[in-house]
T-cell receptor, first 113, second 113 residues
Framework: AQSVTQPDIHITVSEGASLELRCNYS??????LFWYVQSPGQGLQLLLKYFSGDTLVQGIKGFEAEFKRSQSSFNLRKPSVHWSDAAEYFCAVGANTGNQFYFGTGTSLTVIP | EAGVVQSPRYKIIEKKQPVAFWCNPI?????LYWYLQNLGQGPELLIRYENEEAVDDSQLPKDRFSAERLKGVDSTLKIQPAELGDSAVYLCASSSTSGGEQFFGPGTRLTVL
């Protein structure tokens, strides 16, 4: 069955520190992979996506993610976190047909000044 | 360019009452999605439209939920009658192609008393 696992429910980091949010997926076909961010009371905003090609993808706000097929992972990274990055982060997997689009349960990020 | 518009942003009703949510997707986006997001969870797909056709409604509880997308633009999601467990955020998203990047609205937060 298709699924997305985000092992870390909540992460706290200091401002300026590096960040890595984990995402593992289970998908029968070649996946399309996404990271979204959701601030309180807001809709989801796309940070980056992977469809094919270079496995290291760059996104907005200084985020990047690496697709590792052997590990079924698509971890999100940022070298230096800003206080404004505090939010909920969701990993998602889908197919190019548009159906079977699955979100993980999210990781809540707190940034300490 | 205007984003996905949803109304109302907040709705409080008593159980057994009907409720309706409205979504206006980004202009030109043929694919429209309705998601349910419970507190602390990722969004779960309820229904997906390609133009005016509902192509995936397998997760829509059809005994009390209904949706329509007349003319393939705006969409309405209805619950009748609402139950306590329906309290959640209802998100609408649209994409220009099925499987492509989804743009989310701010959601409607429903509270059923």
């Amino acid at each position: 069955a298709q699924s997305v696992t985000q092992p870390d429910i909540h992460i706290t980091v200091s401002e300026g520190a590096s960040l890595e949010l984990r995402c593992n997926y289970s998908y029968g076909a070649t996946p399309y992979l996404f990271w979204y961010v959701q601030s309180p009371g807001q809709g989801l905003q796309l940070l980056l996506k992977y469809f094919s090609g270079d496995t290291l993808v760059q996104g907005i706000k200084g985020f990047e993610a690496e697709f590792k097929r052997s590990q079924s992972s698509f971890n999100l990274r940022k070298p230096s976190v800003h206080w404004s990055d505090a939010a909920e982060y969701f990993c998602a997997v889908g197919a190019n047909t548009g159906n079977q689009f699955y979100f993980g349960t999210g990781t809540s990020l707190t940034v300490i000044p | 360019e205007a984003g996905v518009v949803q109304s109302p942003r907040y709705k409080i009703i008593e159980k057994k009452q009907p409720v309706a949510f409205w979504c206006n997707p980004i202009s030109g986006h043929n694919t429209l999605y309705w998601y349910l997001q419970n507190l602390g969870q990722g969004p779960e797909l309820l229904i997906r439209y390609e133009n005016e056709e509902a192509v995936d409604d397998s997760q829509l509880p059809k005994d009390r939920f209904s949706a329509e997308r007349l003319k393939g633009v705006d969409s309405t999601l209805k619950i009748q009658p609402a139950e306590l467990g329906d309290s959640a955020v209802y998100l609408c998203a649209s994409s220009s192609t099925s499987g492509g990047e989804q743009f989310f609205g701010p959601g409607t937060r429903l509270t059923v008393l």
